[in-house]
């Protein structure tokens, strides 16, 4: 080999080892199905908060038929990946690294159409899984989309925010019905040059993270005149009562909690920590307003060990079971 072409590759191969990182972006790719489900509000049949006081009207019927964004290891739709318990009803977590781009294989296994409409990530109108005549916009019962959408500069963390932040996506077919459905997951993007590695896209600068969506599940039939109070599940991930399990942190580690709300009017939620405070986006406190699609990413870390509540401080809702435990072990 002449000397020149042998300077010209070394300069090459060092040229693209330095930019690997910089240069590199993924395809991620997920296969999701929606899928129809008995969902069970609390699992124990018990108020685990506060044993004695019971669950009040709220208790009176737990298991409701359901809708649920599912993941598959593959086209065959065959093997499902299970999410962490503490994920309760949300749909499978994407992730993406900044600059990434997501190709989301949607399979609509359900007797309506349905569709996967995301936020804050780039799309163009056939992606969008709203708003148009398009495939994409109601996938037919039986039939299969495949979204492709990109997690470009404008959907990655800003110069405020911590490493990763979440969005969610949702059904937007009838969007007021399929959120009551349960058809709602997230999305989190990691900021380029912080994920742990190029296969896992998750922040390298936290040990663990916990998604809660606080929404109140109208179980009550659409148009019924009367709308009952017990119809009304005000839940975390889906849970009442302290039902939702798996919120636990090892002592020393760093956690990010993404934190999420749907719903109408009464869906003014105050999550609160007991143990612990916050950070969001420089601001300290324990605890976080959150509105009908509020996106918030807060961190802390877990140095005091115990087993703490974590619930909704608005009054009405704390009576109607908006609470669980998390731990630090
Ligand atoms: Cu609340």
New binding site residues.
């Given amino acids: 080999m002449m000397k020149t072409t042998k300077i010209f590759l070394s300069i090459l191969l060092l040229t693209l080892l330095i930019t690997h990182n910089s240069v590199y972006s993924a395809e991620r790719i997920y296969w999701i199905a929606a899928e129809k489900v008995a969902w069970n509000y609390a699992p124990s049949r018990k108020n685990l908060i506060k044993p004695g006081a019971g669950m009040g009207v709220w208790g009176k019927k737990l298991i409701y038929r359901k809708y649920r964004y599912i993941q598959y290891t593959d086209s065959n739709f065959n093997k499902i990946i299970k999410a962490p318990e503490s994920m309760g009803i949300l749909g499978p977590q994407i992730r993406a690294v900044e600059g990434d781009t997501i190709k989301v294989h949607f399979y609509n296994k359900t007797d309506k159409p349905l569709s996967m409409h995301p936020h804050g990530v780039n799309y163009e109108k056939k992606s969008e899984g709203a708003d148009s005549s398009g495939k994409g916009a109601e996938v037919r019962p039986g039939e299969k989309y495949t979204y492709h959408w990109q997690a470009d500069a404008d959907s990655a963390p800003g110069a405020n925010d911590p490493s990763s932040i979440v969005w969610l996506y949702h059904s937007h077919v009838d969007p007021v019905k399929e959120s009551y459905d349960g058809l709602i997951g997230t999305i989190v993007i990691t900021k380029k040059g912080y994920q742990r590695s190029d296969q896992d896209p998750r922040p390298k600068d936290i040990d663990v993270e916990f998604t809660t969506l606080?929404m109140?599940f109208n179980e009550n039939k659409a148009n019924a005149k009367i709308q009952h109070e017990g119809e009304l599940k005000?839940s975390i991930n889906g849970y009442i009562f302290g039902n939702l399990k798996g919120l636990t942190a090892t002592k020393g580690q760093k956690i990010r909690w993404y934190l999420l709300a749907m719903g109408t009017e009464i869906?003014?939620?105050?999550a609160h920590w007991h143990g612990k405070t916050v950070v969001e986006n420089g601001r300290r406190t324990d605890v976080v307003e959150l509105l009908p699609a509020s996106m918030k990413t807060v961190d802390m870390v877990a140095n005091n060990p115990g087993s703490w509540l974590y619930h909704?401080?608005?009054n009405d809702?704390i009576t109607a079971g908006?609470s669980a435990r998390w731990q630090i072990k």
Wanted: aromatic content about 8%.
């Fill in positions: 606080f109140v005000h869906d003014m939620h105050t909704c401080h608005v809702h908006m």
